[in-house]
């Protein structure tokens, strides 16, 4: 599964987390593969800021499912600095970390500005420099690491000084150049659909067809992410998904961030015929309903991408008096797909 973290209306940040940490609880014991955390920047609605922390947060509440990153967005910040967060991860959790790495800001340009220039190592340049970096991670992460030229001479540069293990590195995207970057360098690859929606089928074929085999993957290896509300019937589920479906609509029409609404609120509002339009697509392309209408249609999706998993990212809010340490909506879902 997929979490970004949402900070609902009543919460803060602590209890967001302690809401995270809950579920990921839960995924652990239904036996989910994966549990992935985003990178967000400057949203109220958004307390997956940095996945590193959270990864090892969520890690140390586990005990065998695989966590990572969805994704570590690589033009923010050095390789080096990632390198060795994610070996020092995989050091303390052997087996269990997966590193995903995406070429998206995860903010506003002012919020990217502020990551890329604050401490003075990250330019604007950084996303032309993308698979350099991408090499670089990989190359320092490995036992022997890298030789670093400097002034003639080859200084070593490792991300960690006894790594027995490497983290399973995936590239993300939503447009046909991480598919074209994946193939090329054979990396496992994912593509965004909870996000994009569009395009799916497009870059999966672009991944495969022109995959060429690394030593570490010999073969195209691939999932998609889907957004996901289930509940005891097709109505609730999609009441639940209705604050996610309206948060949604802020972010692709320029309106105001806010945190994200409890259920009642959302039924409140009164969209325009347009946007409400705009809704209704949405929730065409996410996976809301019934036990039995969910996994229908996520069979149906793994079936017509070919994929090898399906990551669901549970977007079920809360209604009025839930305790804000927990999201039952979002727990709930988990079990009603393992079930």
């Known amino acids: 599964m997929l979490d970004l973290v949402p900070v609902r209306s009543d919460q803060d940040t602590g209890e967001a987390l302690a809401s995270t940490l809950a579920m990921a609880r839960v995924a652990d014991e239904l036996g989910y593969e994966r549990y ?7 949203m109220p609605a958004v307390a997956a800021t940095n996945p590193p922390v959270l990864i090892g947060l969520v890690a140390g509440a586990t005990s065998r499912i695989r966590v990572g990153s969805g994704g570590v967005m690589l033009p923010n910040h050095a390789p080096l600095v990632i390198a060795e967060q994610f ?3 995989e050091a303390a959790f052997p087996g269990r970390i997966d590193l995903g790495i995406g070429r998206a800001p995860g903010s506003d340009p002012v919020t990217s500005y502020a990551l890329r220039h604050g401490a003075g190592g990250v330019s604007d340049e ?3 420099h993308f698979p350099e970096y991408v090499d670089n991670v990989l190359a320092m992460m490995e036992p022997d690491g890298v030789g ?3 002034q003639g001479r080859t200084y070593p540069l490792k991300a960690t000084p006894g790594a027995r293990s490497v983290p399973t590195i995936w590239l993300l995207g939503s447009s046909d150049y991480s598919a074209r970057l ?4 054979g990396m496992p690859y994912v593509f965004a659909h909870h996000f994009s929606g569009s395009g799916t089928a497009e870059a999966l074929e672009l991944y495969r067809s022109t995959f060429r085999p690394s030593p570490e993957l010999a073969e195209p290896r691939t999932f998609l992410t889907v957004n996901v509300s289930v509940a005891e019937t097709d109505e609730e589920a999609y009441r639940l998904a209705l604050p996610q479906l309206q948060a949604m609509l802020t972010l692709r029409t320029g ?3 806010r945190p994200q609404r409890l ?3 959302a039924e409140k509002v009164e969209l325009p015929q347009a946007h409400q339009d705009l809704v209704d697509a949405m929730a065409q392309r ?3 309903g019934s036990p039995e209408t969910a996994r229908a249609r996520i069979d149906e999706l793994a079936a017509t991408y070919d994929v090898d998993e399906v990551m669901v990212h549970p977007v079920g809010a809360a209604y009025t008096g839930t305790d804000p340490d927990r999201s039952p909506a979002r727990e709930e879902t988990l079990r009603l797909l393992a079930g």
């Open 36 to 42: 992935w955390l985003a990178e967000h920047h400057n």
């Open 87 to 89: 070996a020092l991860l």
């Open 126 to 128: 950084a996303v032309t």
């Open 148 to 150: 670093l030229s400097v």
């Open 182 to 185: 994946a193939a090329e360098k």
């Open 255 to 257: 309106g105001d961030l």
């Open 263 to 265: 259920v009642e609120e």
């Open 286 to 288: 996410w996976v809301i």
